[in-house]
Structures are given as structure tokens and as C-alpha cells.
């Protein structure tokens, strides 16, 4: 057995070589009862369990492991950047930690039969990268630096059983390229997400009433706030607004108070024309005409955005106002009459660049769906053109690695240095091989490809998952000084897995295309990590259905984010 107990307590063992020695913690001065059985596939499973007849008042209660090999690959579902941070149960997604050198591997599982069950022992998980140390185990933790989990004093455990578990396995991997998440996400899913699934968890209710309900909400109870209609530059459109919150309702006694500006966005996160291509295929499935028409007029918003030199904005809004009524004072718009084109406010401010700028991403993914609206739901030619016209000045734009830049600047349409060698080139290398397919125009396809292999040089390789989401969202954290840089004590950099999904997405393109196995492999891999983010069970902690929704990034909360819808599809089609 790898995993071995001698005098000075347990060690974990490859072909005779020690990788990590364990410190099993007393509780009370009491040591635990342990169980170590063999859990299938090189998998063993340790179980500790503490008896307890009165209230204990213990700060911490955690294995502590001393690594004995020096890894040159650190990965867990959430970052713990400073000494007395953790990695809450609350993002045990899937949870792992995962040390490798070389072909070398070690990794752990919380056992999630487990975990979660008592309220007053909150799991969690650390990493110090640099003293080569991991941890599992209970504490109480808060929330700070938006969702940065830190240690607190003050557990206390009320009487009766008191467990802790985890699996862990220690195996050589010579894939080439190595997949550090391969081992782990077939075990999760056969342990744990396969057997709810074929109870027919998390819903068994038919997707249809789910997309009568949003619709209903979108354009009938909630209409006079989703839907927007107006006449833009001679032209009728319409969209859902880009939010709206409580005081919206048609039932909200109060005043109305908007949350942001009022706008329609054709964005990487919110994408009007998306949302219509679903009401038309809906609409068409039903021979709904009014929702038909509703989605060719979000598809005629789309083709109204002004280009220039082939490069067009991603967000129209209006102006807006505060009003005073009876004291106090309400944010409104006043009207689609002061509309005016911008784009994504998510942007590095405090490098310069406001909403006035141009984000590829954003304009690679509207063009994706314009051609995708051309296949697949009806061959207006406007949507063909406006999309060769983008894809021309792209292809200007890829500097000599084979990079898409991030940002351009409102003027002189430039590239900033800010993230300009990022993956959220994927997006356009998905774009380009759809256009090239159509096309036959062999341009789109050659800068597809050179693109898609400068992120493997080097984004895919580091894990360095860094979008517009990743340092300009509501997380912040790490955009000064570590942009393009790992966190020392976890050894990752933060990750967004929305780049994970577009270079996913691409890879399998390029290997459709090409039929190269370095496409799949990589593909693979990439989809293995991004599936490391993904909700593998259902926590007795979270009170809604969450099996099989996904989260966002690695310094962030979220559960059943709407990207799941995104990722869903392409993993259907992979």
C-alpha cells in the first residue's frame, strides 16, 4: 500500500520514494481512530474519527502533510494567498489538491460522504507552495477581500462523532502532454456525480418549462423592464435590458432605482444576439410569431452596431439621471432618445482603459454568433458580410507570436499592451475556423491555427487562465501585481474558467479541422481542467439544486453560474 504507517506516523510512498509524511492531529488530546482501506484504482481512503461526550473547544483540527519531493505544478479550486487564509469548504466544486513533479503525481480528495455533514466543522483545504506543505481539516473561516476565506478562532464541536476523511493517490503520468486532472475527474465522476445522475438528480423536470417560465418572466409579467424596443439610425430593434433588479417588478411597491445603466450589450458575458438565437429556435419549434419577431429584432440590433475600418462597439445605453422623490434620490435612465455606442465597462481602469475601448473578445464572439445564425437559422446575407468585414481587420491585428490583442484604443484603433498575449485569443481562432469553413478562404483558416498554437506555447502549459473576468469583474484582487504572474504560496495564477472554455472549444475546432492528436490531447486536457470547476456533488451546505452547475474562477463563490449553458453545450459535442 502506498500509503503506510511506521513509529513516527503515516508516510505516502511511490515505487519506495516518500512524497508526503503525515501529521494526524489529536482532538482534546485525544488521538483519533483511523481507517485506511483501498478505494479501487490506486485510490486509498483515510478515515478519522473522534468520539466526543462533551463540547470541545479547539481553533483547528487538520492532517498536515510534509511534502518530500519539490513540485514544479501546484493546483487547488481556490487561491489562499497569505499565511492564515484557506480554501473553504464553500468552493469544494470538485474538490483536489494536486502536486506534481515531472511524471510524479500526488492527489488529494476530500471524502465528500463526509464533508459538510456537521455544521459546527466547517472543512477546508491549504497549500503553502513554497514550505512544500498541504492541509485538511475543520475551522471556522471568514470571508474578507471579497472571497478570500480566513482562518478564525472560536470552533467548537458539540458532542457525538467527529470525522475526517479524504482519498489520495500517488502514481506516475507520462502523458504527453501531461494531464494533471485526468486521474482525478474520472474518479470524482464515477464516486460521486454518476450515481446522483442516474438518480435523476439534480431535475427531472422536461427543459421546456424552464424556457416557458424565462419568457414568460422576460415578455410578459417583467416586460416593461426586460424588452426594449425603439428605432435605432432608421431601423426597428429590440433586445432585453442588459439588468434589472427587485424594484423592477411589476409588483415592487417602492420606486424605481436601476442597478446600472440602462443598455443592451452584445458582450462576452452578455450577449443579447445569443439570447435571441434561443428565442428563435424556440419561437420557430413553437411557430411563435411574436417571439420571432422579437428575436429577428435583436438580430437587426446586432447589425446596427456602427463599424469602423471593420471594428464595432459592443454596448448601446443611455444617458442617465438622478431623481429626488420625497428625500430621496433614484437612479433612471432618461430614455433610448439619448442612446449612444460604447462597450464593456469590465475593463482595466486603472491602466486607462475605460469603456470608450474596443475588446476584441467581445467582437470575435457577436461575430461567431452571426455566423452561427447563418448556418444554422437562416442565410442572411448581412450577417456573412459584417462578419468578413470584422475577420479582415483581425487578421491585421495578429501580432508576430500569432496573439489577438485585448483591448484597442477608441482613436486609432492601436492594441494596448494590456493583455494582449492572452487566451482569450481562443475566441477569434474559434471565429476564424467558422468563417474559413464557410468561406473556403484559407486567410481565416492559416491565422486560426497560428493563433490557437501560441496559446499552447505558453497560456495552456502555466494554466494561466487570465481574461477581462479574471482582474475586472467584482473580484479585483492580484490586477496590480500579479497579472501575468503566479501567487506564491498557492503556485497558481488566478484563474477565470471562461478562457478555459474558449480554448477548449478551439482545440476541438482545430482538431476537426486538422486531425492532429496534439488539438485533442491538449483539448482534453484543457476540458479535464475546466470540469475541475464544475459542482461534482450536492452539499448538504448549499440549499438549491447545484449538482452539475460550475462556478467561475479560483478567487471567487459563485455556484450555478449562467455559463454553465455555454459550457454544457461543448461538453455535448466534444
Known amino acids: 500500500m502506498p500509503l503506510t504507517q511506521s513509529p513516527d506516523g503515516f508516510a505516502m510512498q511511490l515505487e519506495g520514494q516518500t512524497l508526503a509524511r503525515l501529521t494526524i492531529p489529536t482532538l482534546a488530546g485525544a488521538a483519533p481512530q483511523i481507517a485506511v482501506t483501498d478505494a479501487g484504482d490506486g485510490w486509498q481512503r483515510v478515515r478519522l474519527i473522534w468520539q466526543l461526550d462533551q463540547p470541545v473547544q479547539q481553533d483547528e483540527l487538520s492532517v498536515a502533510f510534509d511534502l518530500d519531493f519539490a513540485p514544479d505544478f501546484w493546483w487547488a479550486p481556490h487561491l489562499a494567498p497569505e499565511p492564515d487564509d484557506c480554501i473553504a469548504q464553500h468552493v469544494f466544486r470538485s474538490p483536489a489538491l494536486i502536486a506534481r513533479q515531472g511524471a510524479r503525481q500526488l492527489t488529494l480528495v476530500p471524502d465528500l460522504d463526509v464533508c459538510g455533514r456537521r455544521k459546527d466543522a466547517l472543512w477546508f483545504m491549504d497549500v503553502d507552495a513554497p514550505a512544500r506543505k498541504w492541509w485538511i481539516g475543520m475551522t471556522e473561516a471568514a470571508v474578507k477581500r471579497h472571497v478570500e476565506y480566513q482562518k478564525t478562532p472560536g470552533m467548537t464541536l458539540a458532542p457525538g462523532a467527529v470525522e475526517l476523511g479524504f482519498f489520495i493517490i500517488a502514481h506516475h503520468d507520462n502523458a504527453q502532454p501531461a494531464n494533471p486532472w485526468a486521474r482525478v475527474t474520472r474518479f470524482l465522476w464515477e464516486r460521486y456525480r454518476q450515481p446522483l445522475f442516474a438518480q435523476g438528480k439534480p431535475l427531472t423536470v422536461p427543459m421546456d418549462r424552464y424556457v416557458e417560465h424565462v419568457y414568460r418572466w422576460a415578455f410578459d409579467t417583467w416586460e416593461k423592464a426586460v424588452w426594449q424596443e425603439f428605432d435605432l439610425a432608421g431601423q426597428r430593434v429590440g433586445a432585453p435590458a442588459f439588468i434589472v433588479n427587485v424594484t423592477e417588478s411589476p409588483n415592487y411597491p417602492g420606486e424605481v432605482n436601476l442597478r446600472e445603466f440602462l443598455s443592451i450589450w452584445n458582450q462576452a458575458w452578455f450577449s443579447s444576439l445569443r439570447s435571441a438565437s434561443g428565442v428563435y429556435r424556440y419561437a420557430r419549434r413553437t411557430r411563435n410569431a411574436d417571439l420571432l419577431r422579437r428575436a429577428n429584432l435583436t438580430k437587426e440590433f446586432a447589425l446596427a452596431a456602427p463599424m469602423r475600418e471593420g471594428i464595432f462597439p459592443a454596448v448601446y445605453r443611455t444617458k442617465m439621471t438622478r431623481v429626488n422623490i420625497a428625500g430621496k434620490d433614484y437612479n433612471r435612465s432618461e430614455g433610448w432618445n439619448t442612446g449612444y455606442w460604447t462597450n464593456s465597462n469590465r475593463s482595466p481602469r486603472e491602466r486607462g482603459i475605460t469603456d470608450a475601448w474596443f475588446h476584441v473578445l467581445d467582437a470575435s464572439w457577436t461575430a461567431l454568433l452571426m455566423l452561427r445564425w447563418y448556418e444554422e437559422l437562416e442565410a442572411d446575407p448581412r450577417l456573412l458580410d459584417y462578419a468578413r468585414t470584422y475577420a479582415d481587420k483581425l487578421l491585421a491585428l495578429q501580432d508576430a507570436q500569432g496573439f489577438f490583442p485585448g483591448w484597442l484604443h477608441p482613436d486609432t484603433l492601436e492594441p494596448t499592451p494590456v493583455m494582449s498575449q492572452s487566451p482569450e485569443t481562443s475566441m477569434s481562432v474559434t471565429f476564424l475556423l467558422e468563417l474559413a469553413d464557410i468561406t473556403g478562404d484559407e486567410r481565416y483558416r492559416a491565422a486560426a491555427l497560428r ?85 461534482v456533488w450536492q452539499p448538504p451546505f448549499i440549499y438549491i439544486p447545484a449538482l452539475g452547475g460550475f462556478g467561475v474562477m479560483n478567487f471567487d463563490g459563485e455556484w450555478n453560474d449562467s455559463r454553465q449553458c455555454l459550457f454544457a453545450e461543448l461538453f455535448v459535442t466534444a
Request: glycine share 8%.
Open 451 to 535: 493563433a490557437m498554437d501560441a496559446v499552447l506555447d505558453e497560456a495552456v502549459p502555466n494554466g494561466r487562465w487570465e481574461d477581462f473576468e479574471t482582474y475586472w469583474s467584482c473580484c479585483s484582487f492580484g490586477k496590480e501585481e500579479y497579472l501575468g504572474k503566479r501567487i506564491p504560496r498557492s503556485g497558481m495564477h488566478k484563474q477565470c474558467n471562461f478562457s478555459m472554455f474558449w480554448t477548449a472549444e478551439a482545440l476541438l475546432a482545430c482538431y476537426r479541422l486538422t486531425g492532429k492528436d496534439e488539438y485533442l490531447k491538449w483539448g482534453r486536457r484543457t476540458l479535464d481542467e475546466m470540469s475541475m470547476t464544475q459542482q
